[in-house]
């Protein structure tokens, strides 16, 4: 079933700007609602990696000292997920992890009492 939600009409480019130069704070509470309306609109079950990815992305923006660093920052960061992605799909199938395979017993040979 599709989720409905409230979604908030970003602003355009130059009034983003003039809120950057203004009012950080107002650009980064805007920032916030538009994550979370965006992670409320999915469905639960991916509501809460969506969330743990968010709260990364914070600590983050938290670590940088301006604009330009944050940007950095957040690129280096999508630059080793990226790696990691591409790595997994990558990766040989001969370097998986090799799992026991255990036989479950057969029901048909049971017999009645």
């Known amino acids: 079933m599709p989720h409905s939600y409230h979604q908030t009409v970003l602003p355009s480019f130059d009034e983003l700007k003039a809120l950057a130069e203004k009012d950080p704070e107002q650009l980064e509470a805007l920032r916030r609602q538009l994550s979370m309306e965006f992670i409320e609109s999915v469905p639960k079950d991916h509501q809460g990696p969506l969330l ?30 990226f790696v990691r ?11 998986h992890q090799a799992a026991e395979v255990i036989q479950f017993p057969n029901t048909n040979n049971h017999t009645k009492h």
């Not at 992605?85 to 370097?95: G, Q, R, T």
Request: aromatic letters at 2%; zero cysteines; glycine letters at 8%.
């Open 52 to 81: 743990a990815q968010q709260s990364h992305i914070d600590r983050i923006i938290e670590r940088g000292n301006n604009p330009n660093h944050i940007n950095i920052l957040l690129g280096h960061e999508l630059g080793k997920q």
């Open 85 to 95: 992605f591409a790595n997994s799909l990558n990766k040989p199938i001969n370097e």
